[in-house]
């Protein structure tokens, strides 16, 4: 049973910054995607930003040049490094695992950007 607990969210101020951890536990296979979602109020899930167990990386172009995720293979962790925040990233953000056997999803954390 795989399980994905996500840290790090909480209020900011537009322009400021946070960093979000999604740490795995149980078994995984070796190649998978590790990414971040988010979803506003009365708004789809959105991917946000991913990242293959090799490295290769994608980000949704409203963060990019903002957002950074990068992961610890050791660790079996990944994180998001979010700077210069936008109102209009406020969102529940949610961590996700893709692997060819399942897809796991973490409980979410608020971030929330406002003066």
């Known amino acids: 049973q795989v399980q994905l607990v996500e840290s790090g969210g909480g209020w900011v101020q537009p322009g400021g910054s946070l960093r979000l951890s999604c740490a795995a536990s149980?078994?995984?296979?070796?190649?998978?995607?590790m990414g971040w979602y988010r979803q506003a109020p009365g708004k789809q899930r959105e991917l946000v930003a991913s990242?293959?167990?090799?490295?290769?990386?994608d980000y949704t172009v409203s963060v990019k040049g903002r957002f950074t995720i990068s992961r610890d293979n050791a660790k079996r962790t990944v994180y998001l490094q979010m700077n210069s925040l936008k109102p209009e990233d406020t969102a529940v953000y949610y961590c996700n695992l893709w692997s060819p056997q399942n897809v796991y999803w973490g409980q979410g954390t608020q971030v929330t950007v406002s003066s």
């Open positions: 149980g078994s995984i296979f070796s190649i998978n995607i």
């Open positions: 990242i293959t167990s090799d490295g290769s990386t």
